[in-house]
């Protein structure tokens, strides 16, 4: 039987982590976004479909390129921060499938049904995305999760080859600077938004 983690475990992962609108002059190398991805992808996802596609803009031209599609405050915030990350789609996950899930023909499931892959993609991509923030949380860096830009143009500029891939979020990665961030928004107790049948 597997034990709790610790509280000052929990507290970097949940209650003491904070979405960032700043971040420290500290870079965070290549092998931190390795880290991060290797351990994302260890989350659940449906039939091991694993749709997130990622492009981590690391250099100021990549980031001054995905910081025209975003509204300008959240402009200000991809380019100043050490990486900037999208959090794009597969809609055609399932051509991966006879690897990443060969127990049986999932790939069939999907064939024929792109509004079904558009619906798995979006839920597992989304999924993956939680996955990527907590994982960033548990190597001791910070993000920051936004909409706020335009996907459109986004997905035409970065994915003009690649169409079945589309953009779903963007979030800004670091050590985060206390100073940029709110005071915390009110989190409900259990009752309120819960339901024990």
């Known amino acids: 039987m597997k034990k709790p983690l610790s509280e000052t475990a929990l507290d970097q992962l949940f209650r003491d982590a904070r979405t960032y609108n700043g971040y420290l002059d500290t870079p965070v190398s290549d092998e931190q976004l390795t880290a991060i991805w290797d351990l994302m992808k260890m989350g659940p996802t ?3 479909m694993l749709p997130a596609r990622l492009i981590w803009c690391t250099s100021d031209a990549a980031k001054k390129r995905l910081a025209a599609h ?7 915030k ?6 900037s990350v999208i959090i794009a789609m597969d809609y055609e996950f399932h051509e991966h499938l006879p690897e990443l899930f060969p127990h ?4 069939s499931w999907f064939e024929g049904d792109l509004e079904g892959r558009k619906t ?4 597992n991509s989304s999924l993956q995305g ?10 001791g860096l910070d993000t ?3 909409s706020g830009f335009n996907n459109d143009t986004l997905d035409k500029d970065f994915f003009a080859d690649t169409p079945n891939i589309k953009s779903n979020f963007i979030s800004t990665l670091g050590y985060g600077d206390d100073s940029t961030i709110f005071e915390r928004s009110p989190r409900p107790d259990f009752a309120r938004f819960n339901t024990i049948l």
């Open 120 to 123: 798995g993609a979006m839920r």
């Open 104 to 107: 049986t023909d999932a790939k």
């Open 70 to 76: 975003a509204m300008d405050s959240n402009a200000d």
């Open 144 to 146: 920051g999760p936004m």
């Open 46 to 48: 449906s039939a091991n």
């Open 78 to 83: 991809i380019i100043a921060a050490p990486v």
């Open 130 to 139: 939680a996955y990527f923030i907590m994982a960033a949380r548990a190597l």
